[in-house]
């Protein structure tokens, strides 16, 4: 079923997420509810604080054309990464409608534990590259905009804000 996505600032976005312990059908229904909600938004990556679950739960699928590749990575981790870095104008789920360049490491390599409770590791580059890194940065409470300059990340975070009380009314 399709989840609310919290919209910046909100506490929850900015907290450390806890271990997934033991996986469960309760988490397994999640991350499904995940995906389609990150279908529905349109994104390519969803973590959980931002459905409002501090948990180290995150779902992708950057395809664009083809057969879609819908990813899910309990407890995921960056183990490695490129010295050689890449640069994205980002957005966010959860910061409608503003977009800014991130400097991020070209290709990182990944590991967490899938759907069947089964290790991964797998080497990311491109789209799936600056996403993973984007959603495992959501679970240690860092948004894109903690990359800018304060002037900007200010402009941003009162333009969400005027927008997200907008939204409230
Ligand atoms: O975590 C999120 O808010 C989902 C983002 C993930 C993302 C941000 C920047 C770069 C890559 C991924 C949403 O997917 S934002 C929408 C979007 C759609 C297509 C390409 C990039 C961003
Ligand atoms: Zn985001």
Known sequence: MLKTILIHPDPRLKKKCDAVADLSDELRTLAADMLETMYEAPGVGLAA???????????????????????????????????????????CLSIPDQFAEVTRPKEVRVG???????????????????????EIDHLNGKL??????????????????????????
Not at 55 to 70: A, H, N, Q
Not at 112 to 134: A, R, Y
Request: charged share 30%; glycine share 6%; net charge negative.
């Open 112 to 134: 967490w534990i899938d759907m069947d409770g089964n290790p991964q590791e797998k080497d990311f580059d491109g789209l799936w590259s600056t996403c993973v890194q984007h």
């Open 49 to 91: 604080p931002q459905i409002g679950v501090l948990s180290r739960l995150i779902v992708m699928d950057c395809v664009k054309e083809g057969t879609p590749e819908p990813t899910v990575m309990f407890n995921p981790e960056v183990l490695s990464s490129s010295d050689e870095t890449n640069v994205y104008e980002e957005g």
């Open 144 to 169: 894109f905009i903690d990359y800018l300059g304060p002037m900007k990340r200010q402009m941003i975070t009162r333009k969400s804000l005027k927008l997200k009380r907008e939204l409230a009314r």
